[in-house]
Structures are given as C-alpha cells and as structure tokens.
C-alpha cells in the first residue's frame, strides 16, 4: 500500500524540533499556532506516535519523536535541495548548454550572445562545438549538441528549424583584380581563376561542388582550406581568390580585399536554429537561444545582417 507521506507536517516538525517552540515552529512555517498544531496533531495521528511531550511553556521530544527526527533530517535536506536545485535549473539559473555552430556563426552570433548570456545568467555554463553542417546535423542525432546554429539543406522530417537570417556566398579577391570588372559574377565565372575554397563538408564548398558539377572540375583548385581566416590571408597573398559566406565577413581580417555576392540562387543559404524534434530544449538552451535571437535583431536593426525572407 502506497503510504500518504505529507512534507507540510514533516516540515512543521522539524521546526518545532529545531526552535524548541510550537509558536516559534509556526512563524518560521509562516502560519498560526493553530494551524501549526493541527500540522503536528496531523502527523502523529499518521503515525499513531506521540511525538511530543509538552505543556503549556515547553515541548519535549518523545523516544519516537527522537527517531523520527534522525530518520527524516537528512532525507528532508535532500529533498528540498533537489527541488530549488531544479527551480534553478528552471529559471536559468544554473544548468549547461551544449551548441554546435557553423564556423561563421561561431565568429558573428555567438560571441556576442555568449557575453549577454554570462551578464544575465552567470550560474550557466555553454559549451560550443564549431563544425560544418553535415557534423552538426550528425551532432544533433547523435545527442552530442542540444541544438545548433546550421543551415538545413534539405527537409529533415526528424528536426525543427527556425530561420534566423539569409546570408550569400561571395568571391573574396584583392584590389586590381580581373574579376572585380565583372557587373555580375556567377560560379562559372571563378573556374578561370585560382581557387582558395573550404573544405569539403562546408556549406560554401557544396554549394560549389552541386553548381559547377555540370562543367569540367576546377584545374585551378591549388588550397582546400578548413578556416576561413586561412583562405583570407592567402587572397592576401595573391595566391587565388576565395568563396566565402558574406556573414563572417566583417569580422575577418580583409583589410583592402574586395568582395561580390555570387549571382546566382544556388549561392543563398538560411542559417537558423536547428534541433530534434522529439527532443524537449533545456532551460540553458532556451536562454541562449534567446540571446542569439536578440543579437540576430540588433545585427539586422543595423543593417549588418538581412532577415530571412
């Protein structure tokens, strides 16, 4: 038979035991004397123990009420340390979220985010995981990552996603550089230059490989390159030009390099937030997505960023 535990009269208890006072009991329990007592009344009628001896000055413990006490002490300690731990789990205030992000989320939304979450919540813990979409995506199935700041390519009948902001691949190049001439560039147009590209696996380079697929492979492809800040420096170098994300742009090194969207609607892309489906978000989730939210709106009431469409 389940028994009917009550923590209100376990509580009161501990009080009275505690103060050495039935009135004392019931101003730490915050009600009256009365309804204090009818608590105690209430559980030794439970138990069928009397739990105290008292008159009208003292309240002295019984040998039962003594065993009760060491019996419920601690596990009412743990108790109640379980529930305000998961009351701050709940308001944020403690708790640990694990994000994968597209390296040029990583260099644009999430820094700034990380920083208001930190202000806001200092008891939160984020751990962020930079890759390329199709790791993020493996993340998420995996349950390596709660959620990630990714593009969706396809539709995933297993995740939700939230579009945040529409960003286009462009050609980096330096100053003087012939392709600059052009009113228009499209991906066929870079075939006859040298090529700095992301690696496989990024979004830029699929994109790339799916638009140039129908024409010869790029004979001029000297550097497949993990990090975007790399490929800059070697436009600087005069040693190609790159296809990079118009997002991280301005946070890169460029200096006098120049860039122009690729023309064409196969260089767009939707980065947004990206998560399972069956999977409910934590509360340390749902607070750094908001502060990515909120970047995303200061970023485009600026004009830094376009707002998917």
């Given at each position: 038979m389940a028994l009917n535990i009550k923590y209100r009269p376990l509580k009161a208890f501990l009080y009275a035991v505690e103060t050495g006072s039935f009135t004392m009991g019931a101003n730490r329990l915050g009600v009256t004397q009365p309804s204090f007592t009818a608590l105690i009344q209430d559980l030794e009628n439970v138990l069928d123990l009397k739990l105290f001896e008292r008159n009208t000055r003292t309240i002295t413990l019984t040998a039962a009420g003594a065993e009760l006490r060491d019996r419920i002490q601690r596990p009412i300690a743990d108790l109640e340390e379980a529930y305000r731990s998961m009351s701050d789990l709940a308001a944020a205030r403690r708790g640990l979220a694990v994000v994968g992000a597209l390296p040029s989320a990583s260099l644009t939304l999430v820094p700034p985010a990380l920083a208001a979450l930190r202000n806001q919540y200092p008891g939160l813990e984020a751990r962020v995981m930079e890759a390329y979409n199709e790791e993020l995506i493996n993340m998420l199935r995996t349950n390596q990552v709660e959620f990630a700041l990714a593009t969706r390519l396809d539709e995933m009948s297993d995740m939700t996603f939230e579009p945040l902001v529409d960003d286009?691949?462009?050609?980096?190049?330096?100053?003087?550089?012939?392709?600059?001439?052009?009113?228009?560039?499209?991906?066929?147009?870079?075939?006859?230059?040298?090529?700095?590209?992301?690696?496989?696996?990024?979004?830029?380079?699929?994109?790339?490989?799916?638009?140039?697929?129908?024409?010869s492979p790029p004979t001029l492809l000297h550097y497949d390159i993990t990090h975007m800040t790399t490929a800059v420096v070697l436009v600087k170098q005069g040693l190609g030009i790159a296809v990079l994300p118009k997002l991280?742009?301005?946070?890169?090194?460029?200096?006098?390099?120049?860039?122009?969207?690729?023309?064409?609607?196969?260089?767009?892309?939707?980065?947004?937030?990206?998560?399972?489906?069956?999977?409910?978000?934590s509360p340390a989730s749902r607070a750094f997505i908001q502060k990515v939210k909120e970047v995303v709106a200061a970023m485009q009431a600026g004009g830094g960023i376009s707002p998917p469409s």
């Open positions: 286009t691949f462009c050609v980096v190049f330096p100053p003087g550089h012939p392709i600059s001439r052009l009113d228009a560039v499209t991906w066929k147009d870079l075939l006859d230059y040298e090529l700095v590209l992301l690696s496989p696996g990024s979004s830029a380079r699929s994109q790339f490989d799916k638009a140039v697929r129908a024409e991280p742009l301005n946070t890169l090194p460029m200096a006098t390099l120049q860039y122009k969207p690729i023309n064409d609607a196969t260089a767009q892309r939707r980065i947004g937030l990206l998560y399972r489906r069956d999977r409910h978000l």
